[in-house]
Each structure stands twice: as structure tokens, then as C-alpha cells.
């Protein structure tokens, strides 16, 4: 008889150990939060016309897009969409415009499909500053909200894939700017 109380009180605080792992599940975030900062030798103005107002086309100097296409209606009043479909080698996704300042060269966005299933969030901030003489510092900055035990396991996984993602982007970008012509990792396309 002690013996199967004592089965049956192992069994009970197993089953509570369990299901507070599953309620807190729900409950645990993990942010990463991802700068990427590069000095180009182009005007602020034609690296903003490449990178904002041709957001939608960012697969004709950026190889980490297959393809990349303007999508949703106009939000904006310096641009004809509000979102971009892009396909990379890890799928594809939707971004949705959530800001779109010419005047700052400045945009938001964040993804509303194709995210991965550990996140509760993805979103970024591109944007430029003037450093006159022909140079523009590329300031991009993305924010990963994961969710849930695993998202938070796989937390140090997610930030080295943006950060290597972050950095692949500013120095096309410099590329692109600096000699008119995609980056030669870019001869895929």
C-alpha cells in the first residue's frame, strides 16, 4: 500500500512538473535583436532610391532573394505598395510596410507570412544617415521575438543567421551602390 502511494505521488508531481512546462511554454519569449552598420561611398539620396523607394526589388543586388516582387495596395505616398514577397533558399515570406519616411530614409516592416514557427515576431528597421562628402552610413537593424522553450534553445541559432543575413545585405548593398553591378555572389540570376 505505501508502495502505490508512493507511485501514485511520483505519478502527481511528474504530471505537475509536465504541465507547468507546457503552461509556461506559452508564457516564455526570447528577443534577439540584431544592428548592422556599414559606410558606402554613394549619395544618401540614390542609395535611398535602391534601398526604399525599390524595396521590392532588393533581389536585383541582394543574392539572399531568389526573387523578390511589390505586393498589397498603396499605403504610402511615395510608393505604389505596402508589402514584399521574397523567396530565399530557406522559403518564402511576406513583409508589410509598416513605415515609409523619405524624408528620414527611413522604413519599418515586419513579417506577416513565412515567419518561422518559433516566432511570435519578425521585424526590421533600414535606415540612413548622411555623411556628406558622397558617403551614407546603412543602418539595418532586425528584432526576433521567438516563442516558447524551444524558440529560446534555438535563440543563439537565430541570432547567427541574422547577424551572417545582416551583414550579407549591407556589404551588397555597398557593392551594388559603389559599382552599379550585383555583388559576383549575386550570379545566380
Not at 67 to 95: C, H, L, P
Not at 146 to 156: D, N
Request: hydrophobic share 40%; net charge neutral; glycine share 8%.
Amino acid at each position: 500500500m505505501k508502495n502505490t502511494r508512493k507511485k501514485k505521488r511520483g505519478f502527481g508531481i511528474a504530471l505537475l512538473i509536465l504541465t507547468l512546462i507546457v503552461i509556461s511554454n506559452f508564457f516564455i519569449s526570447y528577443t534577439v535583436d540584431v544592428k548592422q552598420e556599414l559606410t558606402i561611398n554613394a549619395n544618401i539620396d540614390s542609395t535611398w532610391q535602391v534601398m526604399g523607394t525599390e524595396f521590392s526589388e532588393v533581389d536585383l543586388w541582394c543574392a539572399h532573394f531568389i526573387n523578390s516582387e511589390a505586393g498589397g495596395s498603396k499605403k504610402f505616398s511615395d510608393i505604389d505598395y505596402s508589402t514584399r514577397v521574397t523567396v530565399t533558399a530557406k522559403g518564402g515570406n511576406t513583409q508589410e510596410l509598416d513605415e515609409f519616411d523619405p524624408v528620414n530614409h527611413l522604413l519599418k516592416y515586419h513579417i506577416t507570412e513565412g515567419k518561422p514557427g518559433i516566432a511570435k515576431e519578425a521585424s526590421a528597421v533600414w535606415s540612413l544617415v548622411d555623411l556628406g562628402l558622397n558617403k551614407t552610413k546603412v543602418v539595418l537593424e532586425f528584432k526576433f521575438v521567438g516563442k516558447g522553450w524551444i524558440g529560446l534553445l534555438m535563440s543563439g541559432k537565430v541570432r547567427s543567421g541574422i547577424t551572417t543575413t545582416a551583414a550579407e545585405i549591407v556589404e551588397e548593398l555597398k557593392y551594388y551602390m559603389e559599382t552599379g553591378k550585383p555583388h559576383p555572389d549575386n550570379s545566380n540570376k
